[in-house]
């Protein structure tokens, strides 16, 4: 049978040149569910940050964010590489976008530096940064795509991190202002918005354990971070609610199923732990429920608190966007302090090697299930979206071709029990794949490829791998 034929019986829709390069990845399509299982209404994305692809860091005005500076500090980053460059989108969004388009996506999650729209954090607004995002929202428009903006992707303004960044009270001010900002020039296009992406990660590695920037450490960093970060959180989705018209409004949180690595209540405990920090320290005051209670250090934040602000922190978000990557097993540990509990690794735990990521992570598909079931409990929880969830392996360029047929599997399982959350009626509305382009890992630097597009960092070449085209195919049947 021809090989074009062959694609047209399986449902493709209209064909990018690349597709019939490899058709490797139709070994794995699978055949359990379509994509009209999802609904006709169900968003598929695929997701990006801006400091993980951007580049161009000193040009057309943008100021210096606390990850330019992190990456200048020697041993911050494991490669010594830093995001000057990255993929540089900021000059080639137009090729990227086509190619996100022709993989059938119809949706584009992208995050605005704060450090290029307000160099300083405050102040004067800098046009030529406003205008990027305005070209590259312009592009998604013209190419049929729907363009959902984060507003804050952990890129802080160095000038305001020499203010006390987000252990300062002060930034919440600094951020509704830059929110205003963005939504006004932006919001007579754009409906979808996130606040934050993953508040407990930027707090936690940023400012208790060190590893991610500003690189600050202690209780005494995060706690004030925390509670700041969550203010911002409520009060960024009242801006957009008052600046965009019909907007549709999220924020988005980490999140990982927990389960004790014995029965013994000591692991029972830690695993409970485990729980407030990574999966409801941040929902729950959204939702009017307050700080969590069971977490000893935790209950310093009341320190933070000031009159009326368990009413600030919350704000009746239209979706939640959750991003899950592995699952966490805890037992009791005399370090890290406060927490007292560490993960068992998964090799640690007879989890074979295929099963886990270039990143250490157990590939575990029902996790997502679980942690989507999780956030459905919740009253107030009227939507889910999957803003993120992916994985690295160690991918290599063959020709012009990338057979990555364990990111195709990890795909086809983890979406099987989104469907299945889904099914069970879980309010789950889309999907968006981490992520479009292979990028700058954070404090791992370039070596982790999490992409559906190969990037050479020294061409800037792209490659669609065998996964984007399983979406091209996926997504493109009628």
């Not at 310093?300 to 009746?316: A, S």
Request: proline share 5%; net charge positive; with cysteine.
């Amino acid at each position: 049978m021809h090989r074009r034929t062959f694609l047209r019986l399986l449902g493709v829709g209209a064909l990018a040149p690349w597709v019939s390069g490899s058709l490797r990845a139709l070994a794995y399509a699978t055949t359990r569910f379509r994509k009209a299982d999802f609904g006709d209404d169900f968003v598929w994305g695929a997701a990006t940050a801006a400091y993980q692809i951007e580049g161009a860091v000193r040009e057309d005005g943008r100021g210096p964010s606390v990850w330019d500076t992190f990456c200048s500090r020697k041993g911050r980053i494991k490669t010594g590489e830093t995001g000057d460059v990255a993929c540089d989108f900021y000059h080639r969004y137009a090729e990227d976008l086509r190619l996100l388009r022709a993989m059938n996506f119809g949706a584009f999650r992208f995050s605005i530096a704060w450090a290029r729209v307000l160099p300083q954090g405050v102040g004067k607004v800098n046009p030529k940064g406003l205008d990027f995002y305005q070209r590259v929202v312009d592009e998604c428009l013209r190419l049929g795509i729907k363009p959902w903006i984060t507003l804050y992707h952990w890129d802080l303004p160095q000038a305001l991190e020499d203010r006390g960044g987000w252990t300062n009270r002060d930034v919440v001010g600094w951020f509704t202002d830059y929110a205003d900002a963005c939504t006004r020039a932006l919001g007579d296009r754009v409906r979808h918005w996130m606040i934050l992406n993953e508040p407990l990660v930027f707090t936690a590695a940023g400012y208790f354990a060190g590893f991610h920037a500003p690189g600050r450490k202690g209780l005494k960093n995060f706690l004030p971070a925390v509670h700041h970060a969550a203010l911002c959180q409520a009060e960024g989705g009242r801006v957009v609610r008052q600046n965009v018209g019909q907007a549709h409004i999220g924020t988005t949180f980490s999140c990982t199923p927990v389960d004790p690595a014995t029965e013994r209540e000591k692991d029972q405990r830690a695993a409970h732990r485990f729980d407030i920090l990574f999966n409801r320290l941040f929902v729950e005051p959204a939702l009017g429920m307050g700080y969590p209670k069971g977490f000893k250090a935790l209950e310093k934040l009341e320190k933070y608190l000031r009159p009326g602000d368990e009413e600030r922190l919350r704000f009746d978000f239209d979706f939640i966007g959750l991003q899950n990557y592995f699952r966490t097993v805890a037992k009791k540990a005399l370090f890290p302090p406060y927490l007292w509990a560490k993960e068992v690794p998964p090799a640690r735990r007879g989890i074979s090697p295929e099963n886990i990521t270039e990143m250490g992570w157990e590939v575990y598909p029902e996790g997502i299930y679980r942690i989507i079931r999780q956030f459905a409990a919740y009253a107030g929880v009227k939507q889910i979206v999957i803003t993120e969830n992916g994985a690295a392996f160690p991918d290599e360029r063959v020709g012009d071709a990338v057979h990555d047929t364990r990111r195709v599997r990890f795909f086809e399982q983890y979406l099987a029990q989104v469907l299945r959350a889904k099914r069970e009626g879980a309010p789950v509305a889309g999907y968006f794949a981490w992520t479009l382009l292979d990028n700058f890992e954070w404090a791992e630097g370039y070596r982790p490829r999490f992409g559906l597009v190969h990037v050479d960092f020294a061409t800037q070449q792209r490659t669609v791998k065998d996964s984007g085209r399983w979406f091209q195919m996926f997504l493109g049947e009628r």
